[in-house]
């Protein structure tokens, strides 16, 4: 059906110009069943007005650049089918509780602060030469951290966690997520490095389960449970004999 | 964060029902408090609460104090990760294992109160 539109509603906002966001429709050719939120973005960009701004990169979602709120839901818009919001307009706007900075781009470097204190990455207290071998590690123990390390960061599950809107001093769901990822993999020693960030008051304490960053996370990472799951462990090591050994 | 942002999902309205069912219970207990109290002064000085109020107002806490703990007993399928014979254990039958705990810590209590009060 070549003559098939949709609506899209689209967050304009220029700094230099404009005192607060607002919304501008757009009607796009709905041409195959296929087409996601992005390919909408894309067309109104490449046909309509190209000065639209949004972030977007793999269109797999893997990269996890487009996140947006679609109809009021945080969304990768790379798989946000169009097909599912038909014939209603479809509103999309910057990811909630992130600052503004142009139409749909919002300004990351709280979550990339945050991101980086809880160290994400394999710490060793003394490294093996690379001539030593490699780290093994058994299926059970990848499966221990394995559900953890499918986060791509996109940032979803902050949009969706109100602590974090009402208290952005939160550590928040994928940090937190990322921190006992790597927590739970044996090869690493840097749980006493992290506790500092992910055990304190804004840490996973500040968290009163409100369960939404699990229910948008495209990858199935459950970073509530990640959560919950690390107030039981530093509850153990503070209340258990010995709990705080290394 | 807009005030009314808990409108915004069934999901946001859950959960701030279920944080604020925590201030009746408060008060409830805080009332419970009061009545051992007068209890510990002697029988002359106690006198049950029985206002047809009081009782509909003990029933919603109930109600709330259900929908809290099977939020949190629930939860526990979620957290609790052990292993038996090298096989984690399923969720389901962690959460069951605490509704069981739950039902089997009732049953004592009630029956200690019941028995004791006598």
Excluded at chain 1, 120 to 134: A, C, F, N, V
Excluded at chain 2, 88 to 113: D, H, K, N, R, T
């Amino acid at each position: 059906m070549p003559d098939k539109k949709v609506t899209i509603q689209a967050t304009r906002f220029d700094p230099d110009r404009d005192e607060k966001p607002r919304l501008q429709s757009y009607e796009i050719p709905f041409y195959d069943e296929s087409m996601v939120v992005l390919d909408a973005l894309n067309y109104i960009k490449s046909h309509i007005d190209g000065s639209l701004s949004y972030r977007w990169s793999c269109r797999m979602g893997i990269c996890g650049s487009c996140g947006m709120m679609v109809n009021g839901t945080p969304k990768l818009t790379c798989n946000a089918f169009l097909r599912d919001y038909w014939p209603r307009p479809i509103v999309v706007e910057p990811l909630n509780n992130f600052p503004l900075i142009r139409d749909l781009v919002i300004d990351m470097d709280d979550f990339m602060h945050k991101l980086k204190s809880v160290k994400p990455w394999i710490i060793r207290k003394q490294e093996i030469p690379l001539g030593g071998g490699e780290h093994r590690q058994t299926n059970d123990q990848i499966d221990e951290f394995r559900q953890f390390s499918e986060c791509i960061n996109c940032m979803l599950c902050y949009a969706a966690c109100p602590v974090y809107g009402l208290n952005n001093e939160f550590l928040g769901p994928a940090a937190t997520a990322l921190a006992r990822r790597y927590n739970l993999d044996s090869r690493d020693e840097g749980l006493t490095q992290r506790l500092p960030v992910i055990a304190d008051t804004e840490g996973v304490w500040e968290c009163s389960f409100v369960g939404e960053c699990s229910v948008v996370c495209p990858k199935g990472v459950d970073p509530a449970k990640a959560i919950q799951q690390t107030k039981l462990d530093t509850t153990m090591r503070f209340v258990l004999p010995f709990g705080n050994r290394e | 964060m807009p005030t009314s942002w808990w409108t915004r999902s069934r999901h946001y309205l859950l959960y701030v029902v279920r944080e604020f069912t925590a201030l009746p219970l408060a008060l409830w207990l805080l009332w419970l408090l009061v009545e051992i109290k007068r209890v510990g002064d002697g029988p002359g000085r106690y006198s049950p609460h029985g206002s047809t109020a009081f009782v509909v107002f003990s029933v919603i806490v109930l109600l709330f104090a259900l929908y809290h703990s099977f939020t949190f007993l629930t939860l526990a399928g979620t957290i609790i990760h052990v292993k038996f014979m090298d096989r984690p254990v399923p969720p389901s039958l962690i959460v069951l294992s605490q509704f069981a705990l739950w039902a089997v810590a009732s049953g004592v209590i009630a029956f200690i109160l019941i028995w004791f009060g006598r």
